[in-house]
């Protein structure tokens, strides 16, 4: 579940972005200062991005940063990040995003089971909007 691989610490809201780069750095900041990846798997992240286009943005608003677990995840973890401002981030489809959940999975699918049922509640999306406080949501996660 998702409460189980976030944390307080792992949450910024209503985050200033100039940018699609600089909105994934801020959104993975957290995962980098906890322990859970190493600089090498935010950087992969933005080349892969570079290199394929936008293609952790998966659904209208939202983006699931994220690279291969030998780039660097040192643990599970999902950051939660809001924007203050949508950004662009090229998904003709799904931009602008709001929302970043950056990944650092040790393999290739215990992630996507703990967001995958959230994803789909928009209840979660209207409280992201509303929360000030990290703990507000987790709050949430934890209902």
């Not at 950051?79 to 799904?94: K, W």
């Not at 979660?124 to 929360?131: E, P, R, S, T, V």
Request: hydrophobic share 40%.
């Amino acid at each position: 579940m998702l409460k189980d691989l976030t944390s307080e610490n792992l949450i910024r809201l209503n985050i200033e972005a100039t940018d699609w780069e600089d909105a994934v750095r801020k959104a993975a900041q957290p995962l980098l200062e906890a322990g859970k990846v190493k600089q090498s798997y935010i950087d992969d992240i933005i080349v892969g991005a570079k290199e394929s286009g936008p293609y952790f943005v998966l659904a209208q608003h939202v983006a699931l940063p994220h690279a291969r677990p030998e780039a660097g995840a040192l643990e599970s973890a999902i950051g939660v990040a809001t924007l203050a401002t949508p950004v662009e981030f090229g998904s003709e489809a799904n931009d602008p995003v709001k929302y970043l959940f950056c990944l650092s999975a040790r393999n290739n699918t215990e992630h996507l089971d703990a967001l995958a049922e959230r994803l789909e509640d928009q209840e979660f999306f209207k409280m992201l909007d509303q929360a000030t406080d990290p703990k507000e949501v987790l709050d949430y996660l934890s209902k």
